[in-house]
């Protein structure tokens, strides 16, 4: 998946004729998954996969995928990334707005200017979770929330972490 970024997640199937629910990771969800438009994968040999229909039912995204026409078709893309280029993906206007990609590799530290170590991966389970490498091994795990990251500063190349009693303790 590198430098692609990730806009959603094929999850399990829905009825017998090929729907799929899609776990989003895209503000834009009716532009991304458009009727017609052709996603990338990663696994890139599961793609490139064009959307047939989208519809939504009971709050998730079903999508119907041109050549996908049966439950078993669709539970064999189950967990399969959908992603685009970067360069698809204009700039938001929201200044807390990052990608992925904008946000590892960039040193962390606290408040008072200790080092916590470099973001190396940013995970989506639920909630956006910063994984942090730290200098001497191991990982921190931080959730990205602006009360806990108040600052992100790309040009810098770092982020501040406002870290409560015991996140930060390696256990």
């Keep these: 998946m590198k430098d692609q970024l990730v806009i959603g997640r094929i999850g399990r199937p829905h009825g017998i004729r090929g729907e799929i629910t899609i776990d989003l990771r895209t503000d834009d969800p009716e532009s991304r998954f458009a009727p017609g438009s052709e996603l990338a994968t990663d696994p890139a040999d599961a793609g490139p996969l064009t959307i047939e229909r989208a519809r ?36 938001s206007d929201d200044p807390d707005d990052f990608h992925d990609s904008q946000l590892i590799g960039l040193t962390a530290v606290t408040v008072a200017g200790d080092d916590i170590g470099t973001v190396s991966e940013v995970r989506h389970s639920g909630q956006d979770l910063l994984i942090i490498a730290r200098p001497g091994g191991g990982e921190a795990l931080v959730p990205f929330v602006t009360a806990l990251v108040p600052e992100v500063d790309l040009a810098s190349g770092r982020l501040v972490v406002d870290p409560p009693a015991g996140l930060l303790d390696d256990q």
């Design 56 to 91: 939504w039912h009971s709050g998730r995204l079903l999508i119907g995928f041109a050549g996908v026409a049966d439950r078993d078709a669709a539970e064999g893309l189950r967990g399969t990334w959908l992603v685009v280029d970067p360069a698809d993906i204009g700039d």
